[in-house]
């Protein structure tokens, strides 16, 4: 299928180009996109927007849930468009019944209409209409397909609607009918994996599937065609021609990029827009390079905790003794790299709630002499500096992809669906931040974010959160929050994700997280440090994912914290405090 995130076996499908749907090249993102589509059809919300790109298979995969739809519901397409009459009672009847005769009586089109979807639901078998291309329809037909779904019967909607399109469909709906919420998704672009599973299946469609591929070839194809599949037909259709007198055993990437050099030059009007290789793509790290910046973080900690010991002539209060956790201890050692660790369980002094800025002067000091982090330990350890400067690099991306948004509630959702499609994570902190602030709808697609799992783990309780949130302002929040199913993820909680850290003008610090993979965790902790060894401030336990708080002035670092129901914790990696 076209779609990304291949399965572990490689050659598990064919081309997308294939005639038979029994064909389609499959992948994990199929799989995934074809579950969310089947829990659109079911719920009861009365629109899903699904988009991608132009190439990664859409309308096929479309195609498909309406070919292996269950008897409980009839789902019917919308398109070609350019046979539609523009009269949307007509369209919409022509879509369930394509023998029925046209009528221009637009009073009698929708009478019969509402007879057809009222029958339909007395046989409890529900209406869908899947409208694809839907960001080529004006918006005034749009809005007459969207009039459709406000009526109900028995809590769900008399047509639900599924409008698939191009990135900014949901942009282009809200506009239409901001009153109608739904869940949205996108069907992402082929990772680097799944980009050599389908190039081998597309070989072997080819005839020529006894060429070898190495890693490099992969690794070309893959940045040439940013993982999408019909880029890589025109890569591979391309190669089929140029090979057919070539003996060579095996396909390497300088053959590749004659096959995409021949293809732009057939193609001035770029309509097939190829990438331009490998060389052009060298701000992926390298090892080494992530190495460096982990001990450049480190060492910037090192430097600023001797310059606090050189400053401080002053006598240490006074510390509080605090509990152990032994083997919550030793979980976090192992995530952060340190030797010993230990958790301050809170004082008023080191605790707020999750609302409210609290005064610095209530919140200062520090954790107690049993809390201490050896740091040299921190830093000597590979594979810690390696997580910790990869999550810098995200924390670092997502504060870039956000930088020129507009920092208003409103200015962050419109950014957010602006990077939906290129960016899920920044995207979701865009919502974040706007939920913060109180936009409902930023909340109401967090809520769907994390149910369905689009860019972050999925995470029901983090759902139900986001719901709760948008609930005073969404009415789709209350029927998800009745409609979801508890967790069944079982096991200890990972270490969770830093996304983001945001130091605002008027003092106050934005900071925006995800879960780990695995068991939802029952809440969070945030803990800020000066150094490593120098903690000012622990929060209370917080159910969301995303917190804006007063911080002490001497705060330079962070880390949240997971926990579950039975003790257990994951802490992640300090993070640099960001300033904007």
């Known amino acids: 299928m076209e779609g990304s995130k291949a399965q572990s076996s490689e050659s598990s499908g064919t081309n997308i180009g294939s005639a038979q749907l029994g064909s389609i090249y499959r992948s ?55 046979r539609l009459s523009g009269e949307v009672f007509s369209d ?7 023998k029925r005769t046209n009528s221009e009586n637009v009073a009698q089109n929708r009478a019969d209409l509402m007879s057809l979807l009222e029958t339909l639901h007395a046989a409890q078998r529900f209406p869908v209409l899947v409208v694809d291309d839907a960001d080529d329809l004006s918006n005034v037909y749009l809005g007459a397909l969207c009039e459709l779904c406000d009526q ?9 609607l599924v409008f698939v399109g191009r990135p900014g469909m949901a942009d282009i709906l809200s506009g239409v009918r901001p009153d109608l919420v739904g869940p949205a998704f996108t069907l992402e672009c082929m990772d680097e994996k799944d980009t050599g599973g389908y190039v081998r299946s597309r070989f ?17 194809f893959f940045v040439l065609s940013n993982g999408i599949p019909a880029k890589l037909n025109a890569i591979c259709d391309r190669l089929k021609k140029e090979i057919s007198q070539d003996v060579r055993s095996e396909i390497d990437k300088v053959q590749i990029r004659q096959a995409a050099s021949h293809i732009r030059a057939d193609d001035p009007g770029g309509q097939i827009e190829l990438g331009q290789g490998a060389a052009a793509h060298s701000a992926v790290p390298t090892d080494a390079e992530v190495v460096a910046r982990a001990d450049h973080v480190a060492e910037v900690l090192r430097t600023a905790a001797e310059a606090e010991q050189k400053q401080s002539s002053r006598p240490q209060p006074a510390k509080r003794g605090i509990a152990r956790k032994a083997g919550a201890a030793l979980g976090a050692c192992a995530l952060v790299g340190a030797g010993v660790i230990a958790f301050l369980y809170g004082t008023d002094r080191f605790s707020i709630g999750q609302s409210g800025l609290p005064n610095e002067d209530t919140i200062s000091g520090s954790p107690g002499e049993d809390v201490f982090v050896g740091e040299s330990a921190a830093v000597s350890n590979r594979a810690s500096r390696q997580t910790a400067a990869v999550a810098e690099a995200r924390v670092a991306r997502i504060a870039a992809a956000l930088a020129e948004s507009e920092p208003s509630a409103t200015g962050q959702y419109l950014a957010a669906l602006e990077l939906a499609e290129t960016a899920a994570d920044a995207a979701v902190v865009g919502y974040a931040r706007a939920a913060l602030s109180g936009h409902s709808r930023s909340a109401y697609y967090l809520g769907q974010i994390y149910e369905t799992g689009e860019g972050v783990p999925v995470d029901l309780a983090l759902a139900r959160v986001w719901y709760t949130r948008a609930k005073p302002g969404i009415d789709g929040a209350a029927a998800r929050l009745e409609d979801m199913q508890p967790s069944t993820e079982g096991g200890a ?5 830093p996304l983001y850290s945001n130091k605002m003008p008027d003092g106050s610090l934005e900071l925006v997280w ?29 159910t969301t994912s995303a917190i804006r708080l007063k911080p002490p002035q001497a705060a330079r670092i962070w880390r949240v914290i997971a926990l579950d129901q039975n003790g ?13």
Request: with cysteine; charged share 20%; proline share 5%.
């Open 152 to 160: 109900a019967v028995n809590s769900r909607p008399l047509l639900k």
């Open 204 to 220: 072997a469609e080819l005839g020529i599937g006894n060429r070898k591929l190495d890693k490099s070839a992969i690794r070309e």
């Open 493 to 497: 909680v990972s270490e969770p994700t």
């Open 568 to 580: 257990g914790e994951a802490a992640s990696p300090w993070m640099e405090i960001r300033l904007r």
């Open 92 to 98: 919409v009847l022509a879509a369930f019944n394509p």
């Open 28 to 82: 994990q993102a199929h799989e995934l996109a074809l579950e969310r589509l089947n829990f659109a059809v079911a719920s009861r919300v009365p629109m899903t927007v699904f988009v991608g790109r132009v190439g990664t298979g859409r309308t096929r995969l479309v195609c498909e849930l309406i070919e292996t739809n269950t008897s409980a519901f009839v789902v019917r397409m919308l398109n070609p468009l350019d």
């Open 514 to 542: 995800t879960s780990g993979e695995g068991a939802d965790p029952s809440a969070y902790r945030i803990e800020l440090s000066s150094t490593l060894s120098n903690t000012v401030l622990y929060t209370a336990e917080l």
